[in-house]
C-alpha cells in the first residue's frame, strides 16, 4: 500500500528574524538579590513543514543564577519555545538546565507536548485519513561531576502519544498501519565527556555523552528493551 506519511513535525524548519537581548533594571539597594544577573534572549520564529504546516511562534532563554557562590558555575536558563501553524497544529517546549554545587551538578528537565493535525493520502483507496497526533514528553536527567571533565548520572523519559481519528475511514486506516496509542517509561544511566569553555558557545573543549535506556514491562511498556 502506498501513501504519503505525515508525522510529528520532526523536519520544523526554524528560523531566527530577529534578536533582543536585554537585563531588566535592577533596584538601587546593594542587595544579592538585586546584584544577581538575569538576561532575556527572544526570538520570534517561522516553522514550516509537510504535516506540521505553516506557522509562527516565539523562542526564548532566561539566565540566571542558583549557585551565587562559586563565579565558575555557568548560569542556569530556562529555554522555551511555542508555535501554531495553519493547520491549527501546535508545539511547546519548556527545557531548564539547572546549574548548581561549583558545577558539580547538572539538571535537565525538559519538557514538551503538542498536536499534529494529520492528513495522510492512501493511493491504494483512494481515500484521505485525517487525525490528530496529541503527545507529550517529559525527560529529566541528572549529572554529578565526577571528575574534572566527567560526569555520572541518571536520566528518566516518560512519553505519550494517541490518536484521534475524524471518521471511520481514518480511524480503519490507523488501525491497518498499527498506529496505538502509546505510553513509554525508561529509566537509564549516561556518562558525560565535557571539557567546552562554554556551555552554549565554546570555542574550545569537546563534548561526548555515552548513555543506555531501559524499557521494563514493569512500568506498563507494551515492549521490555
Known sequence: MNHRTRGLPAKVLVAAIALILFRPAQSNEASEEAAAPRN?????VIASSPSFGDGLGLSGFYFFRLDREHAETPPSRIFTTAIYSNTD?????????????DDTQRWELPLAGGRVNNELEDFATGGTARFASDFV????SFRYRLWERVFIGAQLQISDIAFSPEDAFSKDYLERVGAED???VALGALITYDSRDHQLYPFTGSYAELNYLNFPDAFGNEFDY
Open 40 to 44: 532575556w534572549l527572544l526570538a520570534p
Open 182 to 184: 502509546a505510553t513509554q
Open 137 to 140: 514528553a517529559f525527560q529529566p
Open 89 to 101: 497544529s501546535w508545539f511547546a517546549v519548556v527545557a531548564p538546565s539547572l546549574y548548581l554545587a
